[in-house]
C-alpha cells in the first residue's frame, strides 16, 4: 500500500503564491506518473498537472503558465509551485500516483484564494 501525504496548502490573496508538496511512503521512480488533481465545491475532481517517470509534464489549461509540476526522486516527493493564483484557484488539491492500472490517492490539502 501506498500512503501520499500532501501539505503547503492555505490561504492567500489572490496574485500570491503557493507550493504544495506530497510525500510518498515508497519510491516515486516506480510510479507511471504522479500528478495532482483538484475538486472545488460541487465541482468534479479535474487533473491540474501531471509528471511521468521521464519528466514530461502535462497541464490543464486553465493553469498553464502559472502552475510548475516537479519532482524529487531522492526525496520521494512531488511538487506543485503555483503563482499568480486566482480566486477560480479554490480548491481541495490532491496527490495522485498511478502504477499501472492502480491510483493511489492522498487525502488532499485546502487551497484558498481571496479576491
Known amino acids: 500500500q501506498v500512503q501520499l501525504v500532501e501539505s503547503g496548502g492555505g490561504l492567500v490573496q489572490a496574485g500570491g503564491s503557493l507550493r504544495l508538496s506530497c510525500s510518498a511512503s515508497?519510491?516515486?521512480?516506480?510510479?507511471?506518473?504522479m500528478a495532482w488533481y483538484r475538486q472545488a465545491p460541487g465541482k468534479q475532481r479535474e487533473l491540474v498537472a501531471s509528471?511521468?517517470?521521464?519528466?514530461?509534464?502535462k497541464y490543464a489549461d486553465s493553469v498553464k503558465g502559472r502552475f510548475t509540476i516537479s519532482k524529487d526522486n531522492a526525496k520521494n516527493t512531488v511538487y506543485l509551485q503555483m503563482n499568480s493564483l486566482k480566486p477560480e484557484d479554490t480548491a481541495v488539491y490532491y496527490c495522485?500516483?498511478?502504477?499501472?492500472?492502480?491510483?493511489?490517492w492522498g487525502r488532499g490539502t485546502q487551497v484558498t484564494v481571496s479576491s
Open positions: 495522485n500516483a498511478k502504477e499501472i492500472s492502480t491510483n493511489y
Open positions: 509528471i511521468t517517470t521521464g519528466v514530461n509534464t
Open positions: 515508497r519510491m516515486i521512480f516506480n510510479f507511471n506518473s
